[in-house]
């Protein structure tokens, strides 16, 4: 099959932009680049030049020849089925940009949780050998927008279950980080997000695919090349503490980014190991991954706020031995929350404090189980809940849910637990 039409294939088309957030309005540079006027469809807060996605919105798309959807609108919704029986295309940029670009330097990452900090490791990597490397998807600019530097260097791309649905071609090399559970609301089962998740994989293009060692890709089919890692050694265990990386699940991303890195460049393992302990202050740990914001009476808090989904809270939970306060909830998309509360059902001198919708919701899983659950009505709430219940140990904010029930963004969540951490009083 062939892969579709990139961003120069549209000069003389209709072309709509259905979502104008962040990457809507890098596809609309794109767009303006490649000599295109879309029209303009917002799906919530119409700003000048838009409509929101009423009726009367979807026939502006139907007149569209292709319209180019934000990642965050479902490709399950009845309107992209109501446009493709139209013979409306309904694409991605990312899908766009990738039609023609040269997938011979594209490395991506995927998975469940781990993607940021695998995608930042290897371009890390990248840089500590001398090669030029840049970011992009989820994490960086768009490769798509006129901004990005696309000069043949390498792109390191994180690619959302959201973005993979779209694509119609298949980078050189993939690193696949973890596969549990989420996005459900979007993908509509768990099944089905898998086969999202995973779909860009069976695309003819050459590919190299490197699974961690986590045991969620244990039995997991793959098409392809395929590497397989068995857990890393004392060498990665050590050089991921001096990276300031925590949790044995960032030491087996080490072990992937390691890996992918060494295969796309030709290098032995040990010339990057030693490349990464000499250029080990080059890297900073991406905030909101199981930081410690603040250490006061007794208590240690960890902001892990993009932990939004099951796994990675999961994953968070065996980092700390010691009692732990775990804050956890938010917006629900419907994801299996069974396995986390098996988890804190397992552990000793853990309690669960809820926030959201989506804390409600594992709450009343946890307590079926005899986990010791308080809920509260917000974070500022839920903090004063995690001090009164453990005298000492950690106070673990790894909410296992988006933040858009209460906050704009992950970001502006993590900044209020901050605030709300740093607001106790310092151990003297």
């Given at each position: 099959m062939l892969p579709?039409?990139?961003?120069?294939?549209?000069?003389?088309?209709?072309?709509?932009?259905?979502?104008?957030?962040?990457?809507?309005?890098?596809?609309?540079?794109?767009?303006?680049?490649?000599?295109?006027?879309?029209?303009?469809?917002?799906d919530d807060s119409p700003r000048e030049g838009e409509s929101v996605a009423t009726p009367s919105a979807l026939s502006e798309l139907l007149r569209?020849?292709?319209v180019i959807k934000s990642p965050g609108i479902s490709r399950y919704r009845p309107e992209v089925a109501l446009l493709e029986s139209e013979g409306v295309?309904?694409?991605s940029a990312l899908a766009l940009w990738m039609a023609?670009?040269?997938?011979?330097?594209?490395?991506?990452?995927?998975?469940?949780?781990?993607?940021?900090?695998?995608?930042?490791?290897?371009?890390?990597?990248?840089?500590?050998?001398?090669?030029?490397?840049?970011l992009a998807g989820n994490i960086g600019t768009a490769p798509y927008d006129p901004d990005f530097v696309d000069d043949g260097r390498w792109i390191v791309l994180?690619?959302?279950?959201?973005?993979?649905?779209?694509l119609r071609r298949c980078p050189r090399y993939v690193a696949l980080t973890a596969l549990g559970s989420d996005h459900l609301d979007w993908h509509g089962d768990l099944e089905t997000y898998r086969r999202d998740k995973l779909s860009f994989l069976d695309w003819s293009d050459p590919h190299l695919s490197v699974?961690?060692?986590?045991?969620?890709?244990?039995?997991?089919?793959?098409s392809g090349d395929v590497i397989r890692l068995d857990e890393p050694g004392a060498a990665l265990h050590e050089l991921a503490r001096l990276l300031g990386l925590v949790g044995e699940h960032n030491v087996r991303n080490l072990d992937l980014a390691v890996e992918v890195v060494s295969r796309a460049t030709g290098l032995s393992r040990s010339t990057l190991l030693d490349q990464a302990y000499e250029h080990q202050g080059e890297f900073t740990p991406l905030p909101g991954r199981l930081s410690v914001v603040h250490r006061a009476q007794g208590h240690v808090y960890v902001d892990d706020g993009l932990a939004t989904s099951a796994l990675p809270t999961v994953a968070a939970l065996d980092v700390f031995p010691g009692p732990v306060a775990l804050i956890c909830g938010g917006f629900d998309r419907g994801v299996d929350y069974q396995p986390l509360a098996d988890?804190?059902?397992?552990?000793?001198?853990?309690?669960?404090?809820?926030?959201?919708?989506?804390?409600?919701?594992?709450?009343?899983?946890?307590?079926?189980?005899?986990?010791?659950?308080?809920?509260?009505?917000?974070?500022?709430?839920?903090?004063?809940?995690?001090?009164?219940v453990i005298a000492q140990g950690t106070i673990l904010f790894s909410p296992a849910a988006p933040s858009f029930d209460a906050y704009d963004n992950w970001a502006q969540r993590s900044a209020d637990f901050t605030r709300l951490a740093r607001a106790a009083t310092p151990r003297s």
């Open positions: 579709g039409p990139g961003f120069s294939d549209l000069a003389d088309r209709e072309v709509g932009i259905w979502g104008f957030g962040v990457e809507g309005r890098a596809t609309l540079r794109a767009l303006t680049r490649a000599g295109v006027t879309p029209r303009i469809i917002a569209c020849a292709v295309l309904v694409t023609h670009h040269d997938l011979s330097r594209l490395i991506a990452v995927t998975g469940t949780k781990g993607k940021s900090t695998t995608t930042s490791l290897i371009t890390f990597l990248l840089h500590a050998v001398g090669e030029e490397a840049s994180e690619v959302s279950s959201f973005q993979a649905t779209d699974l961690s060692a986590d045991p969620t890709l244990d039995s997991l089919a793959v988890a804190l059902a397992r552990r000793p001198l853990t309690h669960l404090i809820t926030t959201g919708p989506a804390g409600r919701r594992l709450g009343e899983l946890a307590r079926s189980l005899g986990v010791s659950v308080l809920d509260a009505t917000d974070l500022a709430e839920a903090v004063h809940l995690a001090r009164e």
